[in-house]
């Protein structure tokens, strides 16, 4: 997925990328596997500290249709150095298979990843996430959806919870159902691969051709759809190109529009949301996403 300047400056500034190029940071545990697919893999890094430490774990983006968890070690490392331990994870493409199959992959690697809890000295109940894009996306999902869990489940993975602490996320968007996105953004959202890909077709055409069979796959995973006022706690980021209608493809699909909308329906329901784009909208509270998560996460 390609991305803007303004949402590549905003996403190195909510995870604290460095200027220089740091050594390789090596993870605790490098490609973990937490399904059956050679995509479902997690590299962990653990942090030092007094007890079980709180955890951040990156999804990376690429419309879903790329990308990788390559982690910036800087990134990493800054987080470390507070006490925190990291995570990232691979996930299915909907090149290969379409959604559900990138979103449940990430619940199940949380799931995952609080099994391990003990072995990796985690607090299960201090997880929070972060991401670009279509990481974005699915971190939001994540943090607005109600749970997952199956406690009646014979699998202990499926038994844990997909709840988080917080996310903090950048460009990422808040619907993918083509009718709303168009309305907010004009034609040239609906350009983007990410939004026809989603649901396994090979163009836009065909998938509004069957707009009707895939409809409930749009709505289910357009995380706007599922906030409510008792969701944990979310800050945004976006580029500040407020131009509407989209100017292409790239601009629409990180739109800063999606923030502002999820943010006034947040504001109505009197749910925690925090929207940072420059020259536009601040937060009282936070000075950077990085701010943001480590309260959240180290908070007493």
Not at 57 to 62: A, L, N, R, S, T
Not at 71 to 94: D, H, M
Not at 135 to 156: E, I, N, Q, V, Y
Not at 250 to 276: F, Q, T
Request: proline share 7%.
């Amino acid at each position: 997925m390609r991305f803007t300047l303004a949402v590549i400056i905003c996403l190195s500034t909510a995870t604290g990328f460095a200027a220089d190029k740091p050594k390789a940071l090596t993870p605790t545990h490098a490609n973990v596997s937490y399904g059956p697919h050679r995509l479902n893999v997690i590299d962990f890094w653990q942090a030092k500290g007094d007890g079980p430490r709180p955890l951040l774990v990156y999804i990376h983006g690429g419309g879903w249709t790329g990308g990788d968890k390559k982690s910036n070690p800087a990134t990493v490392q800054s987080y470390l150095k507070q006490g925190i331990s990291y995570a990232a994870i691979n996930y299915r493409l909907t090149g290969e298979v379409p959604l559900p199959a990138p979103v449940h992959d990430a619940a199940r690697a949380i799931q995952f990843i609080r099994s391990k809890a003990s072995m990796w000295n985690l607090k299960k109940d201090r997880i929070a996430l972060t991401g670009g894009s279509a990481g974005a996306c699915t971190s939001m999902w994540l943090l607005l959806h109600d749970d997952l869990a199956d406690p009646k489940s014979d699998d202990p993975v499926a038994r844990e919870s997909t709840r988080v602490t917080a996310a903090a996320v950048g460009g990422g968007q808040v619907s993918i159902d083509p009718p709303v996105i168009k309305e907010w953004l004009g034609p040239n959202v609906l350009k983007h691969r990410m939004i026809w890909m989603a649901v396994g077709a090979k163009t836009m055409a065909e998938a509004m051709k069957n707009y009707d069979k895939h409809k409930a796959l749009y709505v289910e995973f357009s995380p706007y759809n599922h906030l409510d006022k008792n969701d944990p706690p979310l800050l945004m980021t976006y580029g500040n190109n407020m131009t509407l209608p989209s100017q292409n493809a790239g601009h629409g699909i990180h739109h800063p529009v999606y923030g502002v909308k999820l943010k006034e329906k947040a504001d109505r329901m009197g749910h925690e949301c925090h929207l940072l784009i420059k020259g536009v909208s601040k937060s009282n509270q936070y000075t950077s996403p990085q701010d943001f998560l480590v309260k959240k996460l180290l908070a007493p």
